[in-house]
């Protein structure tokens, strides 16, 4: 396993031996076993892995919605008990409330807090600004389209400013155009706020176009079987062109990973 450590300091998260078995304690087939991972805060993680190997589990375990049947996932050293706002999650298709305008949607979150309207408004125009939908606040949800839609779930997930962005293929249901369109502005977002994302994807180029690091899961039970740094973002931010993906390193990289991948669901046959 190529494991190398890519930041120092205090982790963020901490993933500790954890297995998740959905038939519970003494359940015969985990979705994912023993599983240990530290994420540092400003990391962008990049989690890839044949399907059904464990991916959203785990994201759902970091999320609170599930707990492990062993092991302990903590944030900032605290246990993770449960939803909270601290960890924002947006999943492939948006989780939006259609009928409500874009800017009631954004707002959900910090009005349940009941934080000051003042407030809210000035946070709802800047992060609708972050996503690109500064004039679109008055829009009904099911009026936009769907890279649309999931600017709306990032800007409601970053207005809570979450300590983790947890995203399941945030981008995976859209056509290519808007999928590179939405890269190029979580990945602005991301260099600009070094924010920590927690970031799916079964697309190894995307893995590579955004992550600084990139985890590699074995096919179900999910273990992890490769962890390294990537650092492909400011060649990408400073170069006109789309060069960086057809450089050598980028493509020795992807091969990497995806003889990786595909090696492990050989072994399975
Ligand atoms: N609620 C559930 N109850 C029982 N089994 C489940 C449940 N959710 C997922 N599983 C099983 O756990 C395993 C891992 O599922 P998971 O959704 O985490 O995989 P994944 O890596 O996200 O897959 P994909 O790439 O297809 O999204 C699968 O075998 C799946 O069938
Ligand atoms: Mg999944």
Redesign the pocket.
Known sequence: MLEEQTESGQQLISVDQVTLD?GGKGGTSP?IKDVSLDIYPGEFVCVM??????????LKILAGFIKPTSGSAQLNGQLIDGIDSQRGVVFQNATLYDWYSVRKNVAFGPNMKHVAKKIIDADVKKYLAEVKLTGFADKKVFELSGGMKQRVAIASALINKPEILLMD?PFGALDALTKTQMQNLIRRIWFRSQNTIFF?T?DVDEALLLGSRVVV?SK?P?RVIADFPVNFTETILNSQTDSTRYSKSFLQRRKYILNLISQDEEASF
């Open positions: 959905y979705a892995g044949p399907s059904g190997c464990g991916k959203s589990t785990l293929e799916i079964h899961m179900h999910g």
